[in-house]
């Protein structure tokens, strides 16, 4: 939500309505429609972002990582991310997530971004995006509808339409930065699904993929 | 599957768009900034005060003066063996060190100016902020791992752990803090590891060289594409968190995946249910067995994935990170035997507290220094040893006076501490403990030769001001600097230390 605000302000108001935003972009972790038949996909000469005077980003510390994942993949916390299937990377990867470790005598944060600070955000992402993408499969087995991965008729071909495409596409930006993507976005992700596949991956490797990618954006990672 | 080379791996990296692709494949050098390569600075954060009166600094029992009402001098049974000029306590593992470094140590007085552990730590490996607030090993970091991936990694624990205060320092030569060695090296991919590879799902992303470059791809996208033209990146492009993540991304984590440091520093084995590395398409380094023969009791038995002994994982660590090429400078600090209090145990136990945590340090110390001997520096035909030095930051000492039982002891400025490098001048003990008051002393920097404390009362303290009182942190700083080859403007040392 704090992301959605700071877009808001960000966009100021002769641009976007709050009340159209709120709808097309709603994090409420339900939607698996595809979006709008366009797929949800908003003319970036609507956004004409204005550089912030007074950019004070924080990075999302391991707790609100863990929480915004949470929702946007709708995962237990100890379903996320599990090092080697047993360290649970909220408490391993807790000192360059910005957290403290009373048992090592380190009472205040961080103050910088460490060196391992990325590499540990995108291992949290990814496997968590990877764990969903196990979740929905064994769903769908099961003749469930898959929760997020939910738009690729074939995952485990090596073809997608361009619909199927912008509408997982759509899923994962409401999800994981509660918004629309932009046209140039849903383009952008589609030629990952072809870069990717000519080196050999599936659908629903893509999948995974497009979620790490937008899922460690930093528009995910900050606030 | 595809077969990458390191090439196609280097290529595909560098195709993310990070800074380190704006480098050039150049930046991944083992070049150092001295014409003949780094130096490397070990530092044992001893915490909650080592005392220099009970290692190699100690009063003869039967020199020691007992004052009525305040008891005796805190005092050994010592051992100065042939050839050196080290006194030791008469104990086995201090006596061994000595016998096997004496050439390569120097045991000196100094005087701390804080009491507080916290304080006096940071100011211990700060020099209280003489060279522009930077940390030994921030300055060491600027000077020789400039082009490493984790030039600066800090094991430590409170005040050994804090950054320093220059504002002008890149943002990689801060300590890379690590809590647990065993697991670490799981942070230095950003997807290796990361993905189970015996689920089969029959997935691209499951084989460790095809999501190597998948992965290369989605940054490339990220980074070149993703991050400029969505409205957050054009309204906070300029906010620096999200430079400095950015930054961190491109550089330093560009160049630990470069250089596999999730497997080139993993010291333990597959460990099966404890740490089932395969099963994630991770090797460890081929140093695995020769680490363990060292520091046998670096690794865990149980899913807590804490190590049996952590200061033996801390040094293992420490070493895979210098042999790596990653580190130029590492932190070590004893985690107690309790976990948590290790010198401070003093004040319930002076003399067995003093005991073991000597013993751990010193024992510790000499199985990462035989292990650095043993590694060659490139094809240099120096072992990683030569180009070493190990500092025991002993934070502050502790009170001097034995009163009787299992006493217990507050803490004191009075203290010495003790280096280790063939970079200086060894077999040298500077300054004197004192019988009548347990005060070690200073020494003239140049020659060496020991100020006494000969007109003080028995009992009675030196004043603050007293001229001949031990080198406090600012020239021990300078001093261990220059034995790296690292100077500054109105670098204060000691040179009789560096010879």
Sequence with gaps: MTLLLLSLLACGPDTTKPGDTLDGGSNDGGSSDGGSSD??????????????????????????LSLDLETALE?????????TGLYDCRDMHVVPLGGTSVPNGLYDTINTVAATTGLAMERFVLQACWNRAKADKALLEAGQPAVVFSHLSDPMGT???AEELNAQTSELYRRLLARDPLQAELDALAGLHGTVLAEGAKNADWAVLACFTIGTTTEALTY | MARLSRRDLLQAMAASGGLAAAAGLGAFSRSAQGADGPRFLITFGCFGGASMLDCYMPVSSSEALTVEGRGTVISYDTVQPEGSNIRSVNRSIPTQFLDLYRDQMVVLGYQASSVNHFTAQARSVNGRGI????????????????????????????????????????????PEIVTNPVTFPLSASGWRGVIEQSE???????????????????????????????????????????????????ESGARMEVDDLIQQLFFVPDLGEVLPLSRYGLTPSEEVDRVLSYLPDAFPTDVSGTPRDRLQAQAALAYMLIKSGASASVTLTDPGTDGFLAFDQSHQSHRSAQEAHWDRVLNVAARLIELLKTAEYQDSGQSLWDRSLVLFATEF?????????????????????????????????????DPNNGFISGFDPDTGEAYAFDDIAPGQDPLFTDERLPPGEEPVFGTVLAALGISYDGQETLPVVLG
């Design chain 1, 39 to 64: 797929g949800g996909a908003t003319d970036p000469g609507e956004l004409p972002a204005a550089a912030a005077a007074r950019a004070d980003l924080r990075l999302k510390r391991w707790r609100q």
């Design chain 1, 75 to 83: 995962l237990p916390g100890d379903a996320l991310c599990l090092e």
């Design chain 1, 159 to 161: 073809s997608a339409t």
């Design chain 2, 131 to 174: 060279y522009a607030g930077r940390t030994l090993g921030e300055a060491v970091a600027a000077v020789h791992g400039a082009s490493m991936a984790m030039p600066n990694v800090n094991m430590g624990r409170g005040g050994y752990s804090e950054p320093g205060l220059d504002p002008t320092l890149d943002v990689r030569f801060r």
């Design chain 2, 200 to 250: 089969g799902e029959g997935l691209a992303i499951q084989d460790p060289e095809m999501m190597a470059l998948l992965v290369a791809h989605s940054r490339e996208l990220r980074e070149g594409t993703l991050e400029q033209l969505s409205p957050f990146a054009k309204t906070f492009g300029g906010a620096r968190r999200r430079q400095e993540l950015l930054y961190a991304r491109g």
């Design chain 2, 397 to 433: 000492g502790r009170d001097k006076w034995d009163t009787g039982g299992s006493f217990g002891t507050g803490h004191h400025l009075n203290n010495g501490l003790l280096m280790v490098s063939p970079l200086i001048k060894g077999n040298q003990s500077l300054g004197r403990p």
